[in-house]
């Protein structure tokens, strides 16, 4: 080595020591690292520090060296280096100056690989010598129980080698340490010690340094930023307490104490902590202690503190007796606790009505859980004593009880081989000598009332264990259930448990719902609509049942073939009705379940509902049955693969446009084309059928007509100029939405060409009638929805000239409401339909026009153009991202407020709703609300009189805003607006409508709660 | 169903006033509501016209809070029926030692309005109606 070199290093580590700049640690390091100095060298260079009678110095000479060790790669630290840098540190652990620094640079060598088992022990050693825990701070401590940790992790055969002096060693070091980040480590450094090193000559110091902590109190200081939460201390610590079996007859007697004497949350805890240590203290302790513990526990179950301790003492219970009977001979006789407790319980449920019946019931429910043997026995007592109660003539009227206590015992059997686990019911059979009885006592309560409710839930459980009952026991239930079918007084709680049942039976094997129960349902759907109030009554609940029934696939074919009779001969409109939505709600089941037989329907229900709506039959003069109708067919349409939907189009193409009625199959002679001149108003309904299967196709199915935009235009016309009414107008226009939508790219010349002159013609025309500009305004906005949705360049092109109308007087507020339907709800532009739909399209569409709406809203030059922007905006705000329009709310909220003066009523509900939002989410600004909080309150007070000409709608949620308010605004800026608030609400109290009445009550109720 | 109002069809009935009533909680057991309790119940309300007489429970014979839970209902009911109706509040016959002068305090407009001035009385009943 040089003189230069020397004094080099000199130099950098005196400077490193004066001012602790990185640099001249840096440079240290790179010359170790490079070869040209070595780590001794330094070592040296520090001497005079080192050995300096300044305290100070002599602790910046040694972190200086832990900081250089703490950058050395591990491959520099070879076995001679790391050898002489732990002997330097571990002596500096004997001056109280340097102990910080040392322990820092010892607990980065004991990661090292040239760290060797003998400096573990050396290290251990010194450690429990030298260093005094008590006397340092948590973050000193912190390093002590991190070097531990890192050897135990490293190291921990050496360490068990050590024996005693290891053991007792830790213990002296861990006694007394408070601070939960320190504990964190040290339970997990006792856990190891109790599991695996020998502790016989020091459990009673281990389990003083443990119990001690118990139970944990711990509440995490708020943003604490070691983010230790009290479960993670506490499961370290019952980690620990579970550690050994040699704790046991220690911590047993205490745990008892704390149980009868501590907290709620004391109690929860001892609970949940015998439950772990029960498996690990073994058998025999469980033996000894039994009986007491189980006193203990019988008290939180029978009068529990809250449902969780009872809950925690019951799986307590469960690992105590599972404990206890873990080792015996599965079919020796079951002795001991377990049948006492069992005897005890029953003894309580000779009385099943009392109050203790529901714990007892618990009870035995929760060691039917714990070891098949105890289950077995368990169960068959209990099963006998409840059988042989229920079938002793004075316990009539204790029935009801008796068979909840069973039915509870069932569900716990059920849930036994609910999980896929090793065991199964085929294995064990546990209720094969009961299952007749069961099946025999809940059969026979079903139709008592009082009992109704635990038969049903006994039986769903029986049906539903795998393997417990035959198809024949199955074929008893569903006959059983099919006279309760006939009971008129149910209430829909024990209705729904009822059809549960079924819907159980069907999933096992819908053979017995099928061939008993639907033939009685179908009885009370006569041919025709069924004429007296009781038949509609019976009729309408036999759809109802029907339809949460027929979801699986072999009933669902039997329901479309029995209820298309029906539809074919009803007359009666509500009957018809009822029969499509049954249809369309089964199907919409059908279709979420993922059931795949959904579009062989396209060939079979399909065909038929076309042929029911042509005229003359009664549904085609009838909108809502054509809707339900059409609903359905979507839904169908919808299931099927490109190719089915093409030959569905063309024949519905062939039958609708060109008149080929043979290609659905419709009756000869029937009229069904919609479009043509002189088409009845029947037959123009059939639009809506037509609409039906286009409107879901996907992209890759084309219309099957050589110019596309040509047959669009068309279509639009008739919607303008020709005949259709306002329901076929609306059907086409989504039929144009829907297909212009997918297909917008090869209908350029629709969309260039020609819709510039429609809106010459039709709509910028002061000549055209006002029907004739109102309705092609209608159609724009549809053909602009569908562009929007997709990001069409063309898109915003037509909304500029929706804009430009807002200057004329006569059709500015259509076109301002025009445009809430380009922006407004989806309609018919969803996935389910296969749309098109762009990511992010909204935010485009309303960053667009929002800005524009509010500065029109506010300087337009004439009132009632200013008044067509105050529409749009509320047209829209509806379906707006609140992202787009939550930064503009100052501007927006009094535009809002005028708008509550338009007379339109969905516009104002659409306002009150959007605030409503608001106040929920709570993104309204406080100043901004507090300054127009008083306008509020006016606007909404002027809607809720009762003598107005105000809908329900918005008066309810007017009422729901003022309701609202008290909860948003400080009471200063309302105070002196609360006693009129008061006075009208107390005008809505006598409101004819009850609904009124409820939100005027709790809205007043708020108001006179609301104070400073 | 927007429009075509019921008139009298909904008129306020003892349902009504027993959803009124049954969220109210016991000013012992402020977890627990009166119907939880049993302290209303809706056979005990009788609406006869616009007199309406509701009787109560108190949870125990010789309750001490029967005054206060009497007056957070008469409170609620002020608040939410109509000043048409007549409103008696009354102890369930037979169910507390002191049922006449429980009866006549809550019956007793002055006394009514005198107990509603102390603001701890106040303070009480507002806990109990906050549902």
New interface residues.
Partial sequence: MSETTKSEIELRAQAYIAARNDGDLDALVEGIMSGSTTLLDVVKALKDFITSEDDSLREKGVSLLTAIVSRMPPAIMNRHATRTMLEFFLKKLEDTATVIPALNGILKLTVLPAFLASDAEATSKALFEHVKMKAHVQSTRFVVFAIIDSLMAKHRETLKEMGDVFVAGYIALADGEKDPRNLILSFAIVRVILVEFTIDRHVDNLFDITFCYFPITFTPPPDDPYRISAEDLKSSLRSCLAGTPRFGPLAIPLFLEKLSAGSPATKRETMNTMSLCFPVYGARLAQEIGKQVWDSYKIEIQQPIDNETQSLALKATQALVTTLYSNDDPKAPVTGLAPSITDECLKTLREPETSQAKPATLILSALIDTTPAVGRAVLSASITHLMTSFFSSDQATARPAILTALASLCTTVQKLYEQPSSRTYSSEMLLEAYKDQLLGAFTIELKNPPSTGAALSGLHQLVTIDGLFSDEEVGFVVHNLNDLLQFEEMDSETRTAMLNLFLATTKISPKHVEETTLPLLFALLPDRAPQDQGAQIKAARALSTLRTLCVAPVLFETLVIRLLTRLDLSEDRLYSLAILTTLESVLEAKIDAGHVDVPKYAESLVPKLYSLACPPRQVAADVQLLESAAAIITLVTRTLSADRQTALLTAVWNTFVHGTSSALGLPSGVGARPFENGASSEERNLVIMFAAAVIPLRPEVALPVEQPAAFLERLLAWCIVGSADEHQRLATLRLICSVLNKHADGLSVLLLDRLPICWTQYIDNADATLDVRRRAISGWAWITKALIFRNHEQGMVNVERLFSLFTDIEIGWEAAKALGTVGGAPDVLVKKNNAVIRILYAQRFFNAVLPRIVTGAKSASEAFQRTAYLVALTSLIKTMPQVVYKSEMPKLMPLLIRALDLPDMGLKLNVIETLLAAAKDGSTESGLLSERATALVDAMLKLIPTSSSIDTSVRLASLRYLGVLPAIVRYEVLHPQKALVVRELGKCLDDPRRVIRKEAVDAREKWYLYTG | E??D??????P?DEH?IF??VRSISDPEHTSLTLEQLHVVNAEDILLDGNNLLLEFTPTVPHCGMSTLIGLSIRV?LL??????FKVDIKVKPGTHSSELSVNRQLNDKERVAAALENEAIVDVV?RC??T
Avoid: F, H
């Avoid at chain 2, 608040?79 to 048409?84: G, V």
């Fill in positions: 927007d429009d109002a019921p008139g009298d069809g909904e306020i009504e959803d009124l609620r608040r939410s029926l109509p000043q048409r507002e109606l906050v």
